[in-house]
DNA sequence: CACACTTTTTTCGCGGCTCGAAAAAAAGCC
DNA sequence: GGCTTTTTTTCGAGCCGCGAAAAAAGTGTG
């Protein structure tokens, strides 16, 4: 509430809305954006025939024959040739890179798998300047102009989504990867934390189920978490925030990755898991990367009878437990999604997770509580990673409109910021 | 981002933006309204003069003799004619009330000694009726309206502000003072959780320190917490939330006065120190009420040798110290105020609270964690109140225009909502 | 003490925005 | 084909913020 709101500012907000509804999907009618945007019908058609003449939407033909009398609706679409966006994914071992339609189609792809431990810190960035070199040189963009680029990282990243601060997946700190890549391909770029994007990716994918409030945990080698509050992806103040991972479950307890004692993730990641199931101690130094298949061992040997495998999983859904406790005494309770590799025993987890939660303070109206899994992390990310730089380009340069009137536009100077 | 921009939003906000520099003090000018909002002279001049017009802001010699040259600058003041507010605040065995001018000067107040906890439900509310009746029928408002009522409770209140939930200081729940109170009154209620005031007062107090993230903590018979993130109070999704006392510090630990186990604050509670100080079990039921000086007398006592109160007061800051750990782990470090009675030990409570941070993920940048007492409870309570009241009305009622044209303005239809 | 100078504040016309009402368009219904 | 219904566009009106210019209210100077 610092800054004045002139009289374009108007303008951009109610654009931006014009352009959401249609992001949404379900070929909205004029008529049905005004009823919820509750401007006047010519407002919204002002602005929708701006934005056609901009091409940004385009209209198409309700595929439902509108069964009803009167003057056919006409949808609004996003034009799949107003621009393109491009996604990167950095993980543990694994580089990988999507074009973008403006419309959200996938234009091609590309992974690849690399020793991101051992690579040394110019050619990590080196790798991912090519694979992105290779994606705007692609003829699958066919003269579209790329507008945004995200690029997902596990790990902290900081609160201006510019540089990656730490991760697990490399010894390299304080990357500035927006500043890297805006300096070589003048093209606007956020560094993302993963954990984030997946959250982002189940709004677009249950809107009903995931809306306003709800939390995304990755559940894997480390533990992750994407916060979504009152309608926003919750941040940190200075990084990405949420190390839900790193909340104390036990004081002076496991030894963590992370080289603290007690963290949750000392317990519930696959690490630990490993650790407790083995017969290990937990003081021991955690290994540093645990095979999909050993882990799928030691949950079926916990299904199989009771054994150190079973109770490792119960450990790991009560530090799970404790910890979601601990945060619904600060949020209130929401739903929970658990994504990745271990939630595929969420089986195995979800008991002492729930017993966890009800001796908390969380579990006191423990009735909005919902667990759900979703298995495929990878996807998520994808999915994610394309709407987060989508809406970026939504809001901040479309709906700031007098862009994209036919010519190149000013790359360097407006685009960046 | 789901409704619309109208026209007169713009000017909505743009008039808010106006009051709150008035509201700021240093009797700001227009030309540095101007420079502060962004907006042009013109608009600020024209806002400014309705504002006048409208009787809620005055002018005002600048009291610096401006050695200046030029045309001198007029300062903007809140017309202290313009509205009252009144502030209730119930704590356990207390109950008192203040009446205010628009530009925040105290009227007049009053407070009661009463015991909450053995009060009926309707006596309880009784009295808070009575209280606030009193003051609407007090000669010091002259003639004034008054625009807004904010009750404090110690305990947890609803997202939307209008009930108490639980409370500790009666065994009454789910209380909806708002409705109540507005349907004896006819005048606008809010329902707030007191640390929240507290935070809010800070802001006010000391906004180079307190400004867009920071935590106040209540260090008394139980632990509160107001949080501020990003500039905004944090809330809960359903409740006040923000239940720091009832995070976990130690699974199935301590018995806390909320009924469960290992809450922080079943280490760092009045209570609990005195539970730990005076060698009773941990386990043992809570104390329901401490005097102030027996906590005086267990601080003296851990000051002055190695014994089980230095222990309690180092229990507790290790509690205090984890928790915040934990905290930080999910929204980055933030300076903190240390409030209520046991704020006074803070010099015992302090080197446990830091070697227990420093272990956790929060001590990683540990730069911007400063710590401060802030001895007068009340008087923040107090002042907290009051601004959350005025701001209210700055912003609902007053950035709205067109109500208070001279005329009574319709009370039942448009201030409550 | 008059006049120049400086800074703040107001005035005025312009362009942009949203709105409501009415008109136009595009169907289905009989 | 004409009537009804619903969607969309058009048009004039009312507000709002802006920039430029004017007015206001002081200080400095000779």
Redesign the interface.
Do not use: Q, W, Y
């Given at each position: 509430?610092?800054?004045?709101?002139?009289?374009d500012?108007?303008r951009r907000?109610?654009r931006?809305?014009v352009i959401?509804a249609a992001r949404r999907g379900g070929q909205a009618s004029r008529t049905e954006i005004a009823a919820?945007?509750?401007?006047s019908h010519s407002?919204i058609s002002a602005i929708s025939s701006d934005l056609i003449a901009e091409r940004i939407l385009t209209e198409t033909r309700q595929e439902a024959p509108a069964l009803k009398r009167g003057r056919p609706q006409v949808g609004l679409a996003l034009d799949p040739q107003a621009a393109c966006a491009v996604t990167l994914m950095l993980s543990l071992n694994s580089l990988s890179a999507t074009s973008l339609d403006y419309a959200g189609n996938l234009l091609e792809e590309e992974h690849r798998r690399l020793d991101t431990r051992a690579l040394p810190r110019d050619e990590l960035i080196g790798e991912c300047m090519d694979i992105l070199r290779r994606r705007l040189e692609h003829p699958a963009h066919a003269g579209r102009q790329v507008l945004r680029i995200v690029l997902a990282v596990q790990g902290i990243t900081d609160?201006e989504a510019r540089s990656m601060l730490w991760s697990p997946i490399t010894p390299h700190t304080d990357i500035p990867f927006a500043d890297l890549l805006e300096a070589s391909f003048s093209i606007a770029v956020t560094v993302e934390n993963d954990c984030n994007m997946m959250a982002e990716a189940l709004r677009w994918r249950d809107p009903e189920r995931y809306r306003?409030?709800f939390i995304a945990i990755l559940l894997s080698h480390g533990i992750g978490m994407g916060l979504v509050?009152?309608?926003s992806m919750f941040t940190?103040?200075?990084?990405s925030?949420?190390?839900?991972g790193?909340?104390?479950?036990?004081?002076?307890g496991a030894l963590c990755r992370?080289g603290?004692?007690g963290?949750i993730e000392a317990y519930a990641g696959s690490y630990a898991i490993w650790r407790n199931a083995t017969g290990h101690d937990e003081n021991e130094e955690p290994r540093g990367d645990i095979e999909e298949t050993e882990m799928q061992a030691l949950a079926q040997a916990a299904r199989d009878h009771d054994g150190p495998e079973r109770r490792a999983f119960r450990i790991a859904g009560?530090a799970l437990g404790?910890g979601l406790?601990?945060?619904f005494?600060?949020?209130?309770?929401?739903p929970v999604a658990m994504v990745g590799l271990n939630a595929a025993a969420f089986d195995l987890i979800g008991p002492a997770l729930r017993e966890?939660i009800a001796?908390?303070?969380g579990g006191h109206?423990s009735g909005?509580i919902t667990f759900d899994t979703q298995p495929d992390q990878v996807a998520l990310l994808r999915e994610g990673c394309a709407m987060r730089a989508l809406t970026f380009i939504d809001h901040r340069i479309f709906a700031a409109g007098r862009a994209a009137q036919g010519e190149p536009a000013p790359l360097h100077s407006s685009l960046i910021a």
């Open positions: 509430m610092t800054v004045g709101m002139r009289h500012d108007l907000r109610n931006a809305m959401a919820i945007t509750g401007l407002t609160a306003d409030d509050l009152k309608g940190g103040t200075h990084s925030g949420v190390e839900f790193h909340m104390v479950h036990r004081p002076d992370c603290r004692r963290c009560e404790f406790g601990s945060l005494a600060l949020i209130d309770p929401a966890a001796r908390t303070a109206h909005s």
